[in-house]
């Protein structure tokens, strides 16, 4: 079964828009990770967030916000006046004991995000 | 402080020839891993070390693929022989431990012609 679902495939929006990346998770843990990676054209992996399961708070950075329920299982991402060099790939990522050793992340399929100008 | 460096960042061989990736992780991360995405595909795990020890190879996808990591410190991932569904970008990762933030280098892209 798929651990980490990224149901938005491509997202096309226009410079200064709001918009919101989803991520549901599933796992049986009750100590688990979560992760946001970017990844611009380059096609490197840019590390954006990790976020523990005890820790429900919400985090704000700049532009970027995440919103973590775990009563609905989701991680989501918000880009507030996106930007086009917000263009990327991203991946939301679940890590548990359940994972491939060392917590090795289980990834999404991405999301596609172009901003155009 | 460095990232994870990987080299070559862009290798294209012919089907059947051997190519080796080279991966130098984070100073002091003693997990390193090693990732691919294939075209189209999710970034899949393929193995992880330990200092130098293999802790979970699961992920490699046959035995064409030959992963070390010498006095633990950086890593090597050779493709021998190279089929053309290898193509791809292979991706090394270090943490510090298990559970930490895991950080990746920007990616070895293979193309198999």
């Known amino acids: 079964a798929q651990k980490v679902t990224q149901a938005q495939t491509e997202i096309s929006v226009v410079e200064k828009e709001d918009v919101t990346l989803d991520c549901v998770y599933e796992?049986?843990?009750?100590?688990?990770?979560l992760f946001w990676y970017k990844q611009p054209p380059s096609g490197e992996l840019v590390f954006l967030i990790r976020?523990?399961?005890?820790?429900?708070q919400n985090e704000i950075s700049g532009r970027y916000s995440w919103n973590f329920q775990k009563s609905t299982s989701s991680f989501n991402f918000t880009i507030t006046a996106s930007q086009v060099v917000d263009s990327a790939v991203y991946f939301c990522a679940l890590s548990d004991s359940n994972s491939n050793s060392g917590y090795a992340l289980n990834f999404g399929k991405g999301t596609s995000l172009l901003v155009t100008p | 402080e460095a990232g994870v460096t990987q080299f070559p960042s862009h290798s294209v061989i012919e089907k059947g020839q051997t190519v080796t990736l080279r991966c130098d992780p984070i100073s002091g991360h003693d997990n390193l891993y090693w990732y691919r995405r294939v075209m189209g595909k999710e970034i899949k795990f393929l193995l992880h070390f330990v200092k130098e020890s293999k802790q979970d190879e699961s992920g490699m996808p046959n035995n064409r693929f030959l992963a070390e990591r010498t006095g633990g410190t950086y890593s090597t991932l050779k493709v021998q022989p190279a089929e053309l569904e290898d193509s791809g970008v292979y991706f090394c990762?270090?943490?510090w431990g298990d559970g930490n933030t895991i950080y990746f280098g920007e990616g070895s892209w293979l193309t198999v012609v």
């Open positions: 990762a270090s943490s």
């Open positions: 796992t049986r843990d009750t100590t688990y990770y």
């Open positions: 976020r523990n399961s005890f820790d429900e």
